[in-house]
Structures are given as C-alpha cells and as structure tokens.
C-alpha cells in the first residue's frame, strides 16, 4: 500500500500524462493542453485567471527550454511553486 506522499506523487504524473498525451509529444503539454490541465484540475485557482495574456505568460515563464511546449520538469516547477503559495497562504490564515 501506497503512503499519501507516494500517492500524491503519482496522481502528479498520472495527470500529467492525461493531459499531455492527448496530441503531439506525449511528454509535453501543448498550451492548450496545459490550459485544459489548468481548468480542469486547478478550477479554483483559474478562477482567477480573467483573460488569456494571463495565461500565455504563465506558460511562457513554464517554457524554461523556450520549445513553447511544458515538459514534465517545467510543469513540476509550477506545482512546486503552487504548494509554496498555498502552503504560506494557509499558515497565514491560521495566525
């Protein structure tokens, strides 16, 4: 049996991989699959996304390689930097 560290990793990959092998390079998102991705598995959070120069800057930042496609390193970078934020925003909200 998994631990939930383990299992929250490979949710990570499993949707990653959903995503990402729906056309061309099963190994990156296209824009409009990360933009699927996004709404799809972080509705919240895209809620406050208001227009799409929003979101062609956050995949240009993502594009580290600048192949205008998310590898799965540049997409655990995002991940990472969204747990950073909610992780400060709930130790925040318990002061």
Request: charged share 35%.
């Amino acid at each position: 049996m998994m631990t939930d560290l383990e299992t929250s990793i490979a949710t990570i990959i499993s949707v990653f991989q959903k995503y990402s092998e729906r056309e061309g390079d099963k190994h990156k998102l296209k824009k409009s699959e990360l933009r699927d991705l996004l709404n799809e598995e972080l509705p919240d959070l895209m809620g406050h996304v208001k227009d799409q120069s929003t979101l062609d800057g956050l995949m240009e930042s993502l594009d580290a390689d600048g192949d205008a496609e998310c590898n799965f390193q540049e997409f655990m970078t995002f991940i990472s930097v969204v747990t950073v934020c909610c992780h400060e925003f709930f130790e925040h909200e318990e002061e």
